[in-house]
């Protein structure tokens, strides 16, 4: 069955700190990854998304993820916090095929401290 | 380009009373639709799935029902709301014609349901 897991409820940074969000799936196939940050009371906005190729891929916001398939792992990171990145985040995988839905993980809760 | 509207933003209802959300997609034909549920502290449930008109999946037995009477029409309903219903509806699609292959999903703005 699939599943992400994403290890930390809730971080806290100081502006300016680098940043790194842990996500671990388990997945039978070759996985289509994606991150989604989420602000109060608002959908869900894609960060990124990595599907083959390169396994660093980078996303809006300066944001960026490394795939690791023998980590079964897909970290997003950046280098430099600032105070509008705090938000929910969202790891999700998925197949390739729209029919069927993607799989998140329960979030990380990101606060960023002056 | 495609959009998804969502409605009502926040919604204040009586325990009993009846429930209609509605979701619609723009922009794109015959998308996979979906129902999610947020609960603070427990990240997405998926309530519901629809790959196509009139076809529903169930993720979990509860107290709501969905249909799906046009192709990019999507509806969360119930008959008699519970205080447990409470939270935080996201409707998203992904996939479909002219999205050229999408296989992310995009999401509404939601509607923070609140049951008293």
């Known amino acids: 069955a699939q599943s992400v897991t994403q290890p930390d409820i809730h971080i806290t940074v100081s502006e300016g700190a680098s940043l790194e969000l842990r996500c671990n799936y388990s997945?039978?196939?070759?996985?289509?990854l994606f991150w989604y940050v989420q602000s109060p009371g608002q959908g869900l906005q894609l960060l990124l998304k990595y599907f083959s190729g390169d396994t660093l891929v980078q996303g809006i916001k300066g944001f960026e993820a490394e795939f690791k398939r023998s980590q079964s792992s897909f970290n997003l990171r950046k280098p430099s916090v600032h105070w509008s990145d705090a938000a929910e985040y969202f790891c999700a995988v998925g197949r390739h095929s729209g029919n069927t839905p993607l799989v998140f993980g329960k979030g990380t809760r990101l606060s960023v401290i002056a | 380009s495609q959009t998804i509207h969502q409605w009502p933003a926040t919604l204040v209802q009586p325990v009993g009373s009846p429930l209609s959300l509605e979701c619609t997609v723009e922009?794109?034909?015959?998308?996979?639709l979906y129902w999610y549920r947020q609960a603070a502290g427990r990240g997405l449930q998926l309530l519901f799935y629809?790959?196509?008109?009139?076809?529903i999946s169930s993720e979990v037995p509860q107290n709501l029902s969905a249909s799906r009477p046009q192709d990019r029409q999507f509806i969360l309903s119930s008959k008699k709301l519970l205080l447990s219903d409470s939270g935080f509806y996201l409707c998203a699609w992904r996939g479909g014609t002219g999205g050229q292959g999408v296989t992310e999903a995009f999401f509404g703005q939601g509607t923070r349901l609140t049951v008293v």
């Open positions: 922009g794109t034909s015959n998308p996979n």
């Open positions: 997945y039978g196939a070759t996985p289509y």
């Open positions: 629809s790959v196509g008109i009139g076809q």
